[in-house]
């Protein structure tokens, strides 16, 4: 399952999910509709909380496919050192050790972090981090795959806890989300650029006063290359925003000190895994043109929507799928390299969710296939025009639906 579309089947059991008066019972409805839903694939849960000396977990809740375990049966954190790897790595895979959960048929444990997260420090001067909730989940298969899916769940579920109350504070002062909103414009480049073969048109539409999308054009100091990214924090709002502007400006930067592709991108992901801890994840596709004849164009996607590539040649759109896991989950993810090769009139679509997942009033996605066939109807025009026409195609269709997103698309056109 793609890491965008699973972040937003979370999403929406989250925004399902009544106001509940405590922590605990909003974690229990949102595991269990978790279970339920077939599209995850997970068959059962546990929930584990630490306790007030944060000595040890307790179990509060399980569900699914497992034995039952003893209420509040109690692990201390002393006789596990996982505890403290999932503090640092958010989520593990793992062999079970405990002989009494061994007993119940866990053999093999799958565990994230949700929640707060204290820093507990030791006698000899060290420290180690402990989460605030835990959550074990079992499924069929447990891999890279199935590591992804426990940190998407984890960043969604500890940034509704903590961003929901951040949101009605800020909310109440304009003032400042009006100031937040002039910084965000200040980090979105001029609409339209040229570089060597090639033209390029960009456009952000955020839906509240701020966004999380971003995109941005960069230069390297010897000007024989062009990097362009385009980004979208899952968080809302002013947290977004924050998460937009940390990102564009370490992209800025490491551009600047010319630092390998996969290497910067791992950077970046660690740095919003240490500065955003308790925040959603960062979505990114960043690429690389150069100036040559071959159109030569190296990219990194980030657990971002797949851009489109329309190929004059064959007259076809193909897809360019994710090379790495999104920004931000866990630290010192692996990220890879891809390239294409963009010839006279070829197209590069890069754009946000907000775009393919627009609804109208039956709750229908604007979607992938009306997507793909706007860029084959306006592939012979500029790219200026291309974004404008699809901007507007979204808007008409997406008028009078209730849900709505945060709207950037950028389109990059070989014209010689």
Known sequence: MEQRKLYRTIDNITKAAPKFSTTEKLLIYVLNEIIKNEVINILGGRIWKLNESKNAYNMIEQFGQVDNIESNYELKVNNFSTFKEIGTNRAIIGRETDTYLK???????????????????????????????????????????FLYTLNIISTTLSSILRTRRIETKARKNLVELEKASEIQKSILPEHSYIFQNYEIFGISVPEEIVGGDFFDYLKADDESN?????????????????????????????????????SLIKKISNLVNDTFPYERFVT?????????????????????????????????????????????????????????????????????????????????????????????????????EICELIIQDVQRFSAKGKYSDDKTLVVIKRVK
């Open 103 to 145: 007993s119940k048929g866990i053999l093999n444990y799958s565990a994230t972090g949700v929640g707060d997260r204290y820093k507990i420090k030791t006698d000899n001067g060290g420290a180690y981090y402990l989460y605030r909730y835990l959550i074990a989940l079992n499924g069929p298969k447990m891999d890279n795959e």
């Open 226 to 262: 062009l990097c362009v990214a385009i980004g979208d924090a899952a968080s809302k709002g002013v947290s977004a925003a924050a998460q937009a502007l940390y990102v564009s400006g370490a992209l800025k930067m490491g551009v600047g000190y010319d630092i390998n592709m996969t």
């Open 284 to 384: 990114l596709f960043f690429c690389e043109l150069f100036d040559d004849n071959k159109g030569l164009c190296v990219y990194v996607n980030a657990g971002h929507n797949s851009p489109y590539y329309y190929d004059s040649i064959n007259s076809k759109v193909k897809e360019l799928p994710a090379t790495g896991p999104v920004l931000g989950p866990s630290p010192n993810q692996k990220y890879n390299t891809d390239s294409i090769y963009i010839s006279k009139d070829d197209l590069l679509v890069l754009y946000t969710d907000g775009i393919v997942e627009a609804a109208n009033r039956k709750f229908e996605f604007f979607g992938d296939a009306r997507l793909k066939e706007a860029i084959m109807k306006y592939k012979d025009k500029s790219t200026k």
